[in-house]
């Protein structure tokens, strides 16, 4: 579940890139966050995983209030999500394989379970004969399935992809998407971020949509309603 009550946020330089943002998603859902460059898309999925703070009002995620969240709790919401960056964030000097087990060790994971599920994970994404590679030997797509591997190791209830600009082909994309969709199926939350208004067409999912800090519309999966703004 999450639930933003009049969430505002501003970056330290005084750029505001969020304003009085209201929304609740529950527990399952499939949402396409949409909007163009700088609305503020990112900067939301900054405030789920508590990247950031927000400067105003109430933030709930997965039972923890981010507006009022301590430092200490922070490893404990982050284990219940899974996140595919922008810029992936791989390690260049580690492995493939490396990439992966090193989200699961970071949480004290034992050596067995990352063992077995490494390959398991790396499997799914269609990357099993790539384990021993680098991440700057890889094509964009496939260091993007590298990137979501390691979101969804650790087994999280809520999954976010914010969605890389241009380098990845379509037929790629789409492949990603239906994992997406698959993971959606086995009782996950989903979000992801775009900018393709294609992809929104064609899935007919919910869909929020950003532009300059605020949200300006939210559809639901089957058809036009509930207009804000
Ligand atoms: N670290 C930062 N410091 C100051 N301003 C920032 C920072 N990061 C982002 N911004 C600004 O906040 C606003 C929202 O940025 P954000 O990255 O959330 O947009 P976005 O919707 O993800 O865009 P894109 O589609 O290009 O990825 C923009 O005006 C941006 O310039
Ligand atoms: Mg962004």
Redesign the pocket.
């Known amino acids: 579940m999450i639930q933003f009550q009049n969430v505002s946020m501003a ?3 005084g ?1 505001v ?2 304003r009085e943002i209201n929304l609740a998603i529950g527990d399952g859902e499939f949402v396409f966050l949409a ?10 999925t ?1 405030l789920l995983l508590a990247e950031e703070r927000v400067s105003s009002g109430q933030l709930e995620v997965n039972g923890f209030r981010l507006d009022r969240i301590r430092a200490r709790q922070i490893p404990h919401l982050r284990r219940t999500m899974g996140v595919v960056f ?1 810029d992936f964030k791989l390690f260049n000097k580690m492995t493939v394989y490396e990439n992966v087990a090193f989200a699961m060790r970071v949480i004290g994971e034992q050596r067995a379970v990352i063992r077995k599920r490494v390959p398991f994970f790396l499997d799914v994404v269609g990357l099993g004969d790539k384990a021993k590679s680098f991440p700057e030997k890889l094509s964009g797509g496939e260091q993007q399935r590298v990137a979501f591997a390691r979101a969804l190791v650790n087994n999280p209830s809520l999954v976010i992809a ?1 969605e890389p ?1 241009g380098n990845i082909d379509h037929i790629l994309r789409d492949e990603l998407l239906e994992l997406l969709l698959r993971i959606n199926k086995l009782g996950k939350t989903v979000l992801v ?1 775009t ?1 393709d208004e294609e992809l929104l067409k064609r899935y007919r999912k919910r869909v929020i949509q ?1 532009e300059k ?1 605020r949200l300006v519309s939210d559809t639901a999966a089957s058809g036009r309603t509930g207009e804000t703004a």
Request: charged share 15%; proline share 8%.
């Open positions: 970056y330290p330089d750029t890139a969020l909007g163009p460059s700088g609305a503020g898309k990112t900067t939301l900054r922008q914010d600009t971020v900018h950003l800090g």
